[in-house]
């Protein structure tokens, strides 16, 4: 018969071990339940009760995805979509306005040259760079919408840089050469 005090520690480490076996076959589904949510970098008033989202991963291996989200009297009308992805850095971002502030635009201040990351129309409900359910980004359709609506968004603010994809294809009202 085991001493009182032997009894202790043995029931202590047969718990011990116990919790530890628990913990280790469990940490895959409690880890993964703290890298499910996003991590909200940025919520942008458009006015309206009018909201533009930016987050990013909470968990990445290579590099963290980074997200938008539009929101319209709290009702999501863009769902999260994936414009970039980068090491944790932080992010400064700015709106810029169109059509009596229906047509609104996100513009990165961060980097060295700021750049225009997401359009949205709330008029159309048309975005850049995310195209529609049944469509895919290089189709042609889906480019001159996207160059549509960021032609729209340069008729009145000249002063925002053209995306990079789009400097080989200038819209018909822009003169290329100021670029």
């Known amino acids: 018969m085991l001493s009182r005090p032997r009894r202790v520690i043995l029931v202590s480490i047969v718990a011990l071990v116990f919790v530890c076996v628990f913990l280790c076959a469990n940490a895959g589904n409690i880890l993964d339940g703290l890298c499910k949510e996003d991590t909200a970098i940025a919520d942008l008033d458009a006015g309206s009760n009018r909201h533009i989202i930016i987050t990013g991963q909470s968990c990445w291996e290579v590099g963290r995805g980074l997200h938008y989200e539009v929101k319209d009297g709290g009702r ?16 400064t971002y700015s709106l810029i306005y169109a059509d009596n502030k229906s047509l609104v635009g996100v513009i990165e201040m961060t980097r060295k040259q700021s750049r225009i990351l997401a359009i949205y129309d709330f008029n159309s409900g048309n975005t850049y760079p995310r195209p529609k ?19 729209r968004l340069h008729q009145e603010n000249p002063q925002i840089p053209i995306p990079s994809e789009y400097q080989q294809k200038c819209f018909p009202t822009i003169d290329c050469s100021q670029f």
């Open 76 to 91: 999501i009308v863009s769902p999260k979509s994936l414009y970039d992805v980068d090491e944790g850095n932080s992010h």
């Open 133 to 151: 359910d049944d469509e895919v980004g290089v189709e042609e359709t889906v480019q001159q919408r996207w160059r549509g609506l960021f032609q």
